[in-house]
C-alpha cells in the first residue's frame, strides 16, 4: 500500500524549505507585531518561542523516529517507519493550518492572544521537517 502512495516529492520539498518558511514567518511575525500590538514584551518573546519550539519539535521527531529504527518490531515490519514519518509529517502539517485557522478566525476580544496563535501556528511544522530529515536516511 505504502508503494502507491507518493509522498517523496512533497516531503522532500518541505525538507528543503520548512526552516526557511518558519524563520521568514517569525521575521514578519515581528514586523507585524509592530503594527499590531502594544506590547513589546509578546512581539519579542512570541517569535523567539516559536522558532525555540520549531527546532525542539524538529529534534525530538527526529529522535523518537530514529529510536524507532533499532526497534525489533520495525525491524520485521519495514513499512512501519515510513508510516511513523508519515504520522508525524501529516499531523504537523494539519496542526499548522488548524493553530494558523484558530489564530485568524478567534473571536475573542485580546488581540494578544490572536497575534500569539497566529506567530506560533509555525511550530507544529518542526516535527514535520523532524520526520522528513528521516525519511531518506536508512
Not at 49 to 58: C, E, N, Y
Not at 73 to 85: E, G, H, L, Q, V
Not at 86 to 110: R, T
Request: net charge positive; hydrophobic share 55%; with cysteine.
Amino acid at each position: 500500500m505504502l508503494s502507491r502512495l507518493n509522498f517523496n516529492h512533497y516531503i522532500l520539498l518541505s525538507e528543503k524549505w520548512l526552516t526557511k518558511i518558519a524563520l521568514l514567518w517569525c521575521g514578519f511575525s515581528v514586523l507585524l507585531g509592530f503594527v499590531v500590538q502594544v506590547e513589546i514584551a509578546l512581539i519579542i518573546a512570541a517569535p523567539l518561542m516559536t522558532l525555540f519550539m520549531f527546532f525542539a519539535g524538529m529534534i525530538m521527531s527526529s529522535t523518537l523516529i530514529g529510536f524507532q529504527k533499532i526497534n525489533p518490531f520495525a525491524k520485521s515490519n519495514p513499512n512501519f517507519i515510513k508510516f511513523a514519518i508519515l504520522f508525524f509529517w501529516s499531523f504537523g502539517i494539519i496542526a499548522a493550518l488548524y493553530f494558523l485557522s484558530s489564530g485568524i478566525f478567534q473571536i475573542d476580544e485580546k488581540n494578544s492572544t490572536r497575534y500569539f496563535l497566529v506567530v506560533a501556528s509555525v511550530f507544529p511544522l518542526g516535527p514535520t521537517l523532524g520526520a522528513a530529515k528521516e525519511w531518506n536516511k536508512d
